[in-house]
C-alpha cells in the first residue's frame, strides 16, 4: 500500500509547524502508523546529528524521536546554517556543500528539488505517512520562483496543504484571509484545511471568527489548538524562539548564557533551565554579566570570530575575567570553547576572510579552522558518568590545557580544564541532556542529584501535546486529507 503525505505550512515563521508536526507524529505514531517527518529546506543554526554522521534540523531531529525512530538526513535534504545576514553554508544530505550568499541561492535553489524529492520519497517507501513541514510561509511571494520548501515542493510532490494561523501574534483572520489572496490560484489550490495555534481563553469566542475565514477562502476549519505551556520544555529551532526565552527568577544555582547573534545549538541549555534548582540568566546586548553568577557559559556559534568581536564589543570579555578573578566558572561549548583560548586562526576563510585573532585567554589553547567540517556522533564517560552527544565544527583545538581533558570518549579524549579548573570546555554538544553528567557537574555547588530526567521528561511532554491535538484537531479528517504517494 502506497503511502500517503500532508504538508502543513504557516502564516508566517513561529506560528508552530515544528511542533505541530513533533506532535502528529507521536500522535500518529501511538495509533499504530509508520510515520515520518519531513522538511524540504529549513534554516537554523540549531542542528543535530544523525547516527551515519550527517547534519539537520534539530526539528527533524525531535519529530523522529516523536515518531519513534531514527533520525536520518533525508528527513532535512537541505540546511541552510546563516553565517551572517546575507550568507549561509549549505548541508545537502547531511554534507557540507557550499557557503552561498542569499541572492545566489534563492537564483539557483531548484537545482536541488531533485535531492528534495529523493529524500521524500525514500521516507515515503518505508512509511505509512509522511508528515510535510513547510517553511517560513508561502505568502512571501516575491521568494516562489523557484521555492524548492513550500508551495514549490508541494506541487512538485502533489502533496495537499494545511494553513496554520497562530493566534498569539494577533491578526490572524487577516494573516490566513492575506494568505489566501496573494497566492497563485494553482498554488491555492493546493490548500485543503486550516486551523489556528496558539489559542488562549474560551473557544466560543472563536466561532465567528473561524466562520469569517472559511466564508473568504472555502477552505475547511480542522481546530482550535490552546496555547500548551509545556512545548517551552522541548528543544527550540527558530531563533525567534529564543528572542521570547525569559529568565528565571527561582534561586538557586545562578547560570548565565551569553547570547551573541550567531549563537548555535542553544539548545544545550535546555536540561539546566528545567532543573529546579538552577536560576537561568540569558544575558543579551546591553546586559552586563551578573556579579553573582556561578556559571558563565559561552555556547556553540555558527561564526566564532564575529561573536567573539561582539563579546568584546559588549564589554563581556572584562565582565569574564572579574568573574573569573572572584573565582567564579566558566564553560565554553564548541564555538565558545574556541573563544576561551588564545588564538582563533581561519588560514581558509572558513568564516570570511582569512585572519588571525586573539581569543580570551582563559584557556591555554589555540584554535585553526580547517576545511572539513567535523560531524560525528559521540559517546565517552565523565566520572564513571556515560555520555552521548555530539559534534559539529570546523576547526581543531590543542595546547597545554588539553592535556587535562574534560571528557574521556571512545576515540580519545576531549576538551581541556584551566590548571585551576575553574575554566573548561568542550566540542561536544547534548552533555547536560545526559542526566548522570548534569548531576555531577551541578554538584560543584553543593546541588545534590535531583530526580529530573531530562529525556524521560521530553517523552512526557510529547505525549502531553499528541493529547492536546488530538483533542483539538479533527484528526481524521486531517487523515482524510492526506493523499497517497504516487510510485
Not at 70 to 89: A, C, E, G, H
Amino acid at each position: 500500500m502506497a503511502a500517503a503525505s500532508i504538508m502543513f505550512q504557516g502564516t508566517g515563521s513561529d506560528v508552530g509547524k515544528s511542533l505541530v508536526v513533533a506532535g502528529l507524529c507521536r500522535l500518529l505514531h501511538r495509533k499504530g502508523l509508520r510515520v515520518s517527518p519531513f522538511k524540504a529546506q529549513n534554516m537554523s543554526n540549531n542542528a543535530a546529528v544523525t547516527p551515519d554522521g550527517g547534519e539537520i534540523g534539530r526539528a527533524q531531529w525531535l519529530q523522529a524521536l516523536a515518531a519513534g525512530i531514527t533520525p536520518s538526513v533525508d528527513m532535512n535534504p537541505i540546511l541552510l546554517k546563516p553565517q551572517s545576514d546575507r550568507t549561509s553554508q549549505v548541508i545537502v544530505h547531511g554534507k557540507v556543500h557550499a557557503t552561498m550568499g542569499a541572492v545566489e541561492y534563492q537564483a539557483t535553489r531548484l537545482q536541488y528539488l531533485p535531492k528534495v524529492l529523493e529524500s521524500y520519497h525514500a521516507l515515503t517507501a518505508q512509511s505509512d505517512i509522511v508528515l510535510v513541514e513547510g517553511a517560513g510561509s508561502p505568502a512571501e511571494i516575491n521568494l516562489r520562483e523557484n521555492d524548492i520548501a513550500n508551495m514549490g515542493f508541494a506541487r512538485a510532490a502533489n502533496c495537499p496543504v494545511i494553513m496554520i494561523g497562530d493566534i498569539e501574534r494577533g491578526g490572524v483572520i487577516a494573516s490566513i484571509v492575506g494568505t489566501h489572496t496573494v497566492l497563485a490560484d494553482e498554488d491555492k489550490a493546493m490548500i485543503r484545511g486550516f486551523f489556528i495555534n496558539k489559542f488562549r481563553g474560551d473557544p466560543r469566542l472563536f466561532y465567528n471568527g473561524a466562520k469569517a475565514i472559511e466564508s473568504f477562502t472555502q477552505w475547511p476549519y480542522l481546530g482550535l489548538v490552546p496555547y500548551h505551556p509545556e512545548l517551552s520544555k522541548l528543544p527550540q529551532e527558530d531563533s525567534m524562539a529564543l528572542a521570547k526565552i525569559k529568565n528565571s527568577t527561582q534561586s538557586g544555582i545562578h547560570i548565565v548564557v551569553l547570547v551573541c547573534p550567531h549563537i548555535a545549538n542553544y539548545d544545550d541549555i535546555d536540561p539546566l533551565a528545567n532543573e529546579a534548582n538552577v536560576k537561568l540568566t540569558w544575558c543579551r546586548a546591553g546586559d552586563v554579566i551578573p556579579a553573582d553568577a556561578d556559571l558563565v557559559i559561552l555556547a556553540g556559534s555558527k561564526s566564532t570570530i564575529a561573536d567573539l568581536a561582539f563579546i568584546r564589543e559588549q564589554g563581556w570579555d572584562i565582565d569574564l575575567m572579574a568573574h573569573y578573578r572572584r573565582g567564579g566558572r566558566v564553560l565554553g561549548i564548541c564555538g565558545g570553547y574556541q573563544m576561551l583560548g588564545k588564538i582563533v586562526s581561519d588560514p581558509y576563510g572558513v568564516e570570511g576572510p582569512a585572519q588571525e585573532v586573539r581569543g580570551l585567554g582563559l584557556l591555554n589553547i589555540a584554535t585553526v579552522f580547517t576545511k572539513e567540517k567535523t560531524v560525528t556522533p559521540w559517546q565517552g564517560t565523565v566520572g564513571g558518568n556515560t555520555i552521548n552527544g555530539y559534534e559539529i565544527h570546523m576547526g581543531m583545538s590543542v595546547g597545554e590545557d588539553c592535556k587535562r581533558p574534560m571528557l574521556s570518549g571512545t576515540k580519545g579524549n576531549e576538551g581541556a580544564i584551566s590548571p585551576d579548573g575553574l575554566v573548561c570546555g568542550s566540542y561536544v554538544h547534548g552533555l547536560f541532556a545526559n542526566d548522570g553528567f548534569r548531576h555531577q557537574f551541578l554538584s560543584v555547588w553543593g546541588q545534590s542529584a535531583s530526580s529530573y530526567a531530562y529525556n524521560a521528561h521530553m517523552q512526557h511532554v510529547l505525549d502531553g501535546w499528541a493529547d492536546v491535538l488530538e483533542n483539538a484537531l479533527a484528526v481524521d479528517q486531517l487523515i482524510a486529507i492526506a493523499k497517497p504517494v504516487a510510485p
